[in-house]
C-alpha cells in the first residue's frame, strides 16, 4: 500500500513539475517576442497594422501541425486579415519545399482574392520550393534572403515498388479489384506502360496549371515563367537575376514595401496569430495537442505508399507524413 502511495505521490510531483515547466517556457517565449505582437485572431487587432502569415514546412490539406502548415488555418487567416478594418496589409512568411496540389492551389486562391483588396508581400528564409514558391507568387511583391533556396517548380508523384522486398521474404499480396486501373497506385508492382501516360498527362496538367497561376500572379507571360520554371532551384541572387523575386531582403524590408505600397509612413506593426494556452502547453511538453492530427495520420499511413501528385520539392518529400521517412525507425534505413 505505501509503495502504491508513494508512485502516485511521485506521478503527481512530476505532473505538476512538467506543468510548471510549461508555463515558464510559455511565457519565456511570449517576451522573447520583438519583432510582432501576439494577437488571437486578427479581427481584434487594435491599431493598424500589418498581418503577418507563416507558411512553413509541407503545406497539406486541414489544419496545421509542428513541421507542417495546414491551408484551413492558412485560408482562416487570409479572410480574417481581409476583414479586419485594422489590417493594412499582409506580410506572407514563407519557408516551404511544398505540399499538396490541393491545399498549395487553396491557399494561392484565398491570397489571390485578397491582393485586390489589401497588398501582400512574401519573404522566403531557407526554402519556397514548388508549392512554397506557388504560394508566395500570389504576393504583389517577393523578397528573399542571398542563400535562400527557391524554384523546383513542376509536380512530382512517387511510386515505390516494394514487391521484390516481399518477395524475398515470402510475403504475397494478392489484391482483387474491380477497375482496370484501380491498383495502379499499389506499390506491389511497376507501373504499366498504360499507367505511367496516365499519371503522366495528370502530372502535366498540374504542371501547366502551375506555370499559369505563377504568371499570373507575378504578372508574366507563361513563355517567360517557363524559361525558369522546369524543376531547377537557384539561390535568392540568382532567382533576382532572372525576376523569379523582387528583391533581396527579410522582415524590414517586405514591410517597408508594403508601406510603399500603402503610400503611408506610420509606424505598421506586425500583427501575428499566437496559439492558445492549451496547444501552446501541449506543444512545450510534446504531447497532445497541435501535433495530434498529424500523430494520427501517421498512425494509419503506410511508409510505403503512392504520394499522389505533388507541388513538392525531393527535399520536402520526407515531411509527407507516413511516406517513406528515410533514415527513421519507420523508414528504410
Not at 496540389?101 to 484565398?110: F, K, Q, S, W
Not at 524590408?253 to 502547453?281: H, N, W
Amino acid at each position: 500500500m505505501n509503495r502504491s502511495r508513494l508512485l502516485v505521490a511521485m506521478a503527481l510531483a512530476f505532473s505538476l513539475i512538467s506543468l510548471l515547466i510549461g508555463i515558464v517556457q510559455i511565457g519565456v517565449q511570449s517576451r522573447e517576442s520583438r519583432f510582432s505582437t501576439p494577437t488571437s485572431n486578427f479581427l481584434t487587432a487594435g491599431q493598424a497594422g500589418i498581418a503577418r502569415i507563416d507558411i512553413i514546412g509541407a503545406i497539406e490539406d486541414g489544419f496545421s501541425a509542428p513541421g507542417s502548415t495546414g491551408a484551413q488555418d492558412v485560408v482562416d487567416q487570409i479572410e480574417e486579415a481581409a476583414q479586419s478594418p485594422s489590417i493594412r496589409g499582409i506580410l506572407l512568411y514563407v519557408n516551404s519545399p511544398g505540399g499538396t496540389v490541393g491545399a498549395t492551389r487553396r491557399i494561392y486562391d484565398a491570397l489571390l482574392e485578397v491582393r485586390s483588396k489589401k497588398p501582400i508581400v512574401a519573404v522566403v528564409t531557407d526554402v519556397a520550393a514548388s508549392g512554397g514558391y506557388y504560394v508566395a507568387s500570389a504576393a504583389d511583391a517577393i523578397f528573399a534572403y542571398e542563400s535562400s533556396i527557391l524554384g523546383s517548380i513542376g509536380a512530382i508523384a512517387i511510386h515505390p515498388n516494394i514487391g521484390p522486398f516481399l518477395d524475398k521474404h515470402g510475403v504475397q499480396i494478392q489484391t482483387l479489384t474491380a477497375g482496370r486501373y484501380k491498383d495502379s497506385s499499389y506499390p506491389f508492382r511497376n507501373l504499366t506502360e498504360e499507367e505511367r501516360q496516365m499519371y503522366q498527362q495528370v502530372l502535366d496538367d498540374a504542371y501547366q496549371q502551375f506555370l499559369a497561376d505563377v504568371a499570373e500572379g507575378r504578372k508574366k507571360s507563361i513563355k517567360d515563367v517557363r524559361e525558369w520554371a522546369d524543376g531547377r532551384i537557384y539561390s535568392g541572387r540568382q532567382a533576382k537575376a532572372i525576376q523569379m523575386i523582387d528583391d533581396l531582403g527579410g522582415e524590414k524590408e517586405a514591410v517597408e514595401k508594403l508601406k510603399i505600397i500603402l503610400k503611408t509612413d506610420e509606424d505598421l506593426p506586425v500583427y501575428r496569430v499566437e496559439p492558445d494556452f492549451m496547444d501552446r502547453f501541449f506543444a512545450n511538453m510534446g504531447g497532445p495537442g497541435l501535433s495530434m492530427q498529424k500523430a494520427h495520420s501517421e498512425a494509419v499511413a503506410s511508409p510505403f505508399r503512392f504520394s499522389g501528385v505533388l507541388y513538392m520539392a525531393p527535399m520536402g518529400l520526407g515531411q509527407i507524413p507516413g511516406w517513406m521517412e528515410l533514415g527513421s525507425p519507420r523508414g528504410v534505413q
